[in-house]
């Protein structure tokens, strides 16, 4: 998306009320979002260091939020290889195979639990994409991307992981938590030509209405639905850009 949340999205400070074998769990769910490959605090473009961005000041404030509670997890909401002089470098220098992108060698030191993709992921084609994700050491979810030519989801469309928290008694239990990723369908648009005829997108809320019901059988106490999408007054349509509301 073009709008840039920094602050108020990457601290995201959520606190869901489970129900683990009828103890009660507080979890705090964190997220980062249109990063936009900016790491340092530093505009190059002026050529000075600046307090508006910089995941590196962003680290702190997740730290601390992190030592406020027993239970939390980091996530992920896309937005991240492209946007910043260094995005712009890496796509020129390339990637190939081992290579790992810099903003992974920086989200890998934070512990993130997840991923999801933005539009903006797909701006330098699919290979490049593919080369900078195996640079995480934390799973990717994107469950209405679909591979033109199998028809199934061209990433792992959720997840389920076994989290262990502590309960309000100070007891140890596991949360299965799902994750799921849903971008806009609009990218078939943005990048045509990177997306033409090898992809294809299924709309937000459609997908995820037909992933949650699936992973609530599958175990999951709760479902994390990771949207890079926004929110829209509009009445409801099938392929919204703006899905938020009605998921």
Known sequence: MSLMIKFSATLLATLIAASVNAAT??????????????MMDFDYYKDTATEKFGLVRTASLINDARNEVKNSVLV???????GSPLAD??????????????????????DYTVGTLGNHEFNYGLDYL?????GAKFPYVNANVIDART???????????DTEVVDKDGKKQTLKIGYIGVVPPQIMGWDKANLSGKVTVNDITETVRKYVPEMREKGADVVVVLAHSGLSADPYKVMAENSVYYL
């Open 130 to 134: 593919k080369n900078a994700l195996a």
């Open 25 to 38: 769990v507080d979890l705090r769910i964190m997220e980062t979002t249109d990063l936009h490959s900016n």
């Open 89 to 110: 470098y890496m796509s020129a220098k390339g990637l190939k195979a081992g290579d790992i992108h810099p903003v992974y060698k920086a989200l890998n030191t934070l």
């Open 151 to 161: 028809k199934q989801p061209m990433f792992t469309p959720y997840l389920i992981k």
């Open 76 to 82: 992920d909401n896309g937005d991240l290889i492209q």
